[in-house]
């Protein structure tokens, strides 16, 4: 891992990877994985340092590819990068699942 890419992963707020140990993610294999837990659980200053990082075209390349975002993270990614939330697959995907009535 490069000195830089060490550096990010200590940017991100201590409580983002709480489930895995942050200094085995590798920043270009894991960024998939990064990306999506700093949009649905992240702080403001977690997504300046990944949109500096990756920059918004990566970051919705890699957000195009998940299976699942909630509602909110959708709607964000999909008005900060200007990709319409049908060209995302989680968009796609939660379309074509028959979902309960909420009462």
Not at 6 to 29: H, M, R, T, Y
Not at 31 to 52: A, C, F, M, P
Not at 75 to 99: A, D, H, M, W
Request: glycine content about 4%; aromatic content about 12%.
């Amino acid at each position: 891992m490069s000195k830089k890419a060490g550096n990010i992963i200590e940017s991100f707020s201590p409580n983002l990877f709480w489930d895995v140990d942050a200094s085995k993610l590798d920043v270009q294999k894991n960024k998939s994985y990064i990306i999506r837990r700093v949009i649905e659980l992240g702080t403001l200053n977690d997504w300046q340092v990944i949109r500096k990082y990756y920059g918004l075209n990566t970051i919705g390349k890699e957000m195009q590819k998940v299976r699942y975002l909630d509602n909110v993270s959708l709607s964000f990614i999909s008005l900060v990068t200007g990709i319409n939330k049908e060209s995302f697959r989680c968009y796609t995907l939660k379309q074509s699942t028959p979902q309960h009535l909420d009462f």
